[in-house]
């Protein structure tokens, strides 16, 4: 029976004051050594044999097996203490079963359990929670994590997570920044696995082209810087992202007619397409905007993709937003004007300076 069910809110896990409590109290007490941040690993391991095995004894009755899960959330949270001792990273990674209930906890059947553990990969991989390791040797956690597929396992999670669930966002965020984290270490590790790298392309490519309303989401400009970094450094991508196919419809969903999907050239320039006549951007959509220019750079330094630009009128396009407008006066909301015209004018600086760019890399030649 596949089970998943909300935690109430009166066993919701500690909340962000008491997680805070549990880090401030490692670090003054600082009597987190190596056996501790074991017993914090044992406690977890047993925390998830036990919650498995009351799923196992009450398939049918979750009410039975719901405490257990609880427990084994909050013991999740307190697993964040873990970052102020990047010190121990290297005996965690090879020592300690860790990583591996970590990732085994990526499929558990409840998705509170999930973006919890989400949430605790990507803390621990932070690189700057690394660089903080006065023995240089906490990228150890990063090896032991390539070791286990973490490639396959992100992806596996990011695709059973909706972006229409506030938590199951904010653990796509996380998905997104343990991805971010591992490039930083070591780039050659996501495209090892060059399985889940075309997942994980797929599944940006769905991210930044997907309709979302009048609201940037977070997940949403994050997956665009994303696929900028992984083009920036990856010329065969590059050549061949135009070859990838998106739905039409913005849902995020692969579509099963051929008719009902754009090209990832195509998509890019739909995703380009709402600055048209955008008059109150915010910070965000223009920093999208730029991740999304510099995808299209990227691509437009090959042949093929230059051609897909121009059949899906790419140039037309950038011409409309090298042109568009300035705000206009209105003596009503002069209190408004200044900041208006401050954001319009900051993003008409972004559609002029990039639709150059990208219209001189149509026009450069093999």
């Avoid at 941040?37 to 009410?63: I, T």
């Avoid at 889940?196 to 769905?206: A, R």
């Amino acid at each position: 029976m596949n089970v998943r069910r909300r935690f109430d809110t009166d066993s919701a896990g500690p909340s962000q004051d008491q997680i805070q409590a549990y880090v401030d109290k490692a670090a003054a007490d600082e009597q987190l050594d190596l056996a501790g941040v074991r017993r914090v690993v044992a406690n977890l391991e047993k925390k998830m044999r036990k919650n498995l095995q009351d799923r196992d004894k009450y398939v049918n009755e979750p009410e039975k097996f719901m405490d257990s899960e609880v427990d084994l959330d909050e013991e999740l949270h307190r697993m964040h203490v873990l970052a102020t001792v990047p010190e121990h990273y290297h005996e965690l990674a090879r020592s300690t079963p860790l990583v591996p209930t970590l990732l085994a906890l990526l499929s558990h059947e409840n998705n509170d359990i999930v973006c919890s553990t989400m949430g605790m990969l990507n803390e621990i991989t932070d690189v700057e929670v690394l660089g903080e390791d006065p023995t240089g040797r906490a990228e150890a956690i990063i090896d032991a994590l390539s070791e286990n597929s973490i490639l396959q396992h992100l992806v596996t999670t990011m695709l059973r997570l909706s972006d229409t669930n506030e938590e199951e966002a904010d653990a796509l965020v996380s998905s997104l920044g343990v991805v971010e984290n591992i490039i930083e270490v070591d780039p050659d590790i996501v495209k090892a696995d060059t399985a889940s790298y075309s997942t994980l392309v797929d599944l940006l490519l769905h991210m930044v082209s997907r309709t979302t309303g009048d609201l940037l989401p977070q997940h949403k400009l994050y997956a665009s810087e994303i696929l900028s970094i992984l083009l920036h450094n990856d010329t065969e991508l590059q050549k061949n992202l135009g070859s990838r196919k998106v739905d039409k419809s913005g849902t995020g969903q692969q579509a099963s007619d051929a008719k009902e999907v754009y090209n990832a050239i195509h998509a890019l320039l739909k995703c380009l397409s709402m600055y048209r006549k955008r008059d109150e951007p915010s910070g965000p959509e223009i920093e999208y905007a730029e991740n999304i220019f510099d995808c299209l750079c990227n691509c437009l330094l090959h042949k093929t993709n230059r051609e897909l630009f121009l059949k899906a009128d790419g140039i037309q396009l950038m011409i409309i937003l090298i042109k568009r407008r300035k705000v206009k006066k209105d003596p009503r909301q002069m209190k408004d004007y200044k900041m208006k015209h401050r954001t319009i004018s900051q993003l008409n600086k972004v559609m002029r300076e990039s639709a150059v760019r990208l219209l001189s890399h149509v026009l450069c030649v093999d």
